[in-house]
């Protein structure tokens, strides 16, 4: 296993490329068994959830290339119906393929994806929504054991206790696309990954409308085509990168970064203090030494405040002078790197699900653990405001969503390398 070491105390300076979106690739990866022509799909970073989502897809009978971040994939005619545990365990995007199976294939036994660090992360809305499409669904022996003979479209409306659900949402339309007759998904999220999983279903051929808005309208159609399309630009590992610079200073260039799809992100930075220039395709973002000023925040869906950017919006706050509160509304028990920010001499306490955050003026360095793919980010940023040296352990989390960090990080100036534990 690796680890990632930091000497901290570097300003960033420079320009450096934004990866496409792994929230887009894996439910769009998912969708290409939608029919038995080849896809083809651009600006996938070879990150390693896109490699177990590929090895899934081969696995149910797909043939599969990913070289130069082009994925290539020809499902089978007669693709396999059942995704095992050992695969879908790994990674809850995965439960995506169940939508597009029972849609062509009218069976599916998708193995659930079980627990997870950031807190509870149920399927019941995935279920709700496909058997209102006429799915008849069993859970027996940890699979979710579907069959229907046709699906029919319904009105459907997909909210829970935390509201719209990106994937169920995606796992739904994708079955709804292929299912007799017209169905409205209420309360659909309209996360920009959404957005673009819609727009791939579409050049597929597929009879969409209400893009980009809680109201979608689907009108089922009875064949889907190969295609290709260009995954959109990563708006989480842009983000990341904004809070590096806002929290170690610099002046950084972010190119394929649509500040469109950061908006909150950029309006809270704007607040604080820090300097942000937006362009067509790319963002800048400059941190003089001027002193940063506290901020509360709530996650929500789209366009609120993103839970995935809430760890490294906290590792800021951490060095922000004043009491800042940061409130999940999204995974209320997303909180397992205050710990880890606390021993690297943060002052952070939980109350319910905000965290306040009472900033200081520096972090020391330390060596700190990684529990899931943004926190690690976080620990990663603050290591790099830190004094003196950390080290980030189980960067494996790190490795499922962040394309290459190290060498982007010292392409701009980060003190930052990997090495064997
Ligand atoms: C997607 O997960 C992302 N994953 C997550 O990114 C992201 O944090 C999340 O959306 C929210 O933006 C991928 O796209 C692969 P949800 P998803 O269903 O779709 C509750 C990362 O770090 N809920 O939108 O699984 C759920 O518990 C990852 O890249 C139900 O109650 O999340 C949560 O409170 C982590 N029932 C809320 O909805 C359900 O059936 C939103 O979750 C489904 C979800």
């Known amino acids: ?198 727009r791939f279903l579409i050049k597929m051929g597929a009879r969409i409308e209400g893009v980009g808005t809680h109201l979608l309208k689907i009108t089922g159609v009875k064949k889907l085509h190969g295609v290709r399309h260009r995954v959109i630009p990563d708006r989480i590992e842009a983000g990341t990168f904004m809070l590096a610079t806002a929290m170690i200073g610099g002046n950084v260039l972010l190119r394929d970064a649509l500040p469109e799809h950061n908006g909150v992100l950029i309006d809270k930075l704007k607040t604080i203090g820090v300097t942000i220039r937006k362009h067509k395709n790319s963002v800048t973002v400059v941190k003089k030494t001027r002193k940063l000023l506290p901020v509360n925040i709530t996650t929500m869906p789209y366009p609120g405040f993103p839970t995935d950017l809430q760890a490294q919006m906290m590792a800021l706050m951490t060095v922000t002078p004043g009491i800042s509160v940061i409130t999940e509304k999204v995974y209320p028990e997303r909180f397992m790197h205050i710990s880890e920010l606390n021993r690297m001499g943060a002052n952070i306490f939980l109350e319910g699900s905000s965290a306040i955050i009472n900033g200081t003026k520096k972090l020391s360095g330390a060596p700190v653990m990684a529990s899931d793919l943004r926190a690690s980010a976080a620990l990663v940023i603050a290591g790099l405001a830190a004094e003196d040296r950390s080290e980030v352990h189980r960067v494996y989390h790190l490795d499922r969503g962040y394309y290459k960090i190290e060498e982007k990080l010292r392409d701009i100036g980060a003190n930052i390398w990997r090495e064997k534990e």
Not at 15 to 25: P, R, V
């Open 1 to 198: 296993m690796d680890k990632i070491v930091i000497e901290g105390g570097k300003k960033l300076y420079g320009e450096l490329n934004i990866s496409g979106a792994k929230n887009s690739a894996l439910p769009i990866i998912a969708a290409t068994l939608l029919t038995d022509e080849e896809s083809i799909i651009e600006n996938v970073p070879p990150l390693r959830d896109v490699a177990s989502m590929l090895k899934l897809l081969k696995t149910l009978g797909a043939r599969v290339s990913h070289e130069k971040e082009i994925v290539r994939i020809k499902p089978s005619r007669n693709l396999k119906y059942i995704a095992p545990y050992k695969m879908v365990s790994t990674m809850r995007a995965s439960f995506c393929v169940l939508g597009p199976l029972i849609a062509r294939l009218g069976k599916a036994e998708v193995s659930l994806p079980g627990g997870c660090i950031i807190g509870p992360r149920p399927i019941d809305l995935h279920l709700k929504g496909l058997q209102e499409l006429g799915v008849k669904v069993k859970i027996e022996g940890g699979y979710v054991k579907a069959t229907a003979s046709r699906l029919r479209g319904n009105d459907i409306f997909l909210g829970g206790a935390f509201g719209s659900s990106v994937l169920a949402t995606g796992n739904v339309m994708m079955a709804a696309t292929l299912a007799k007759g017209t169905t409205y998904i209420e309360n659909a999220a309209c996360e920009p990954e959404v957005v673009d999983l819609t």
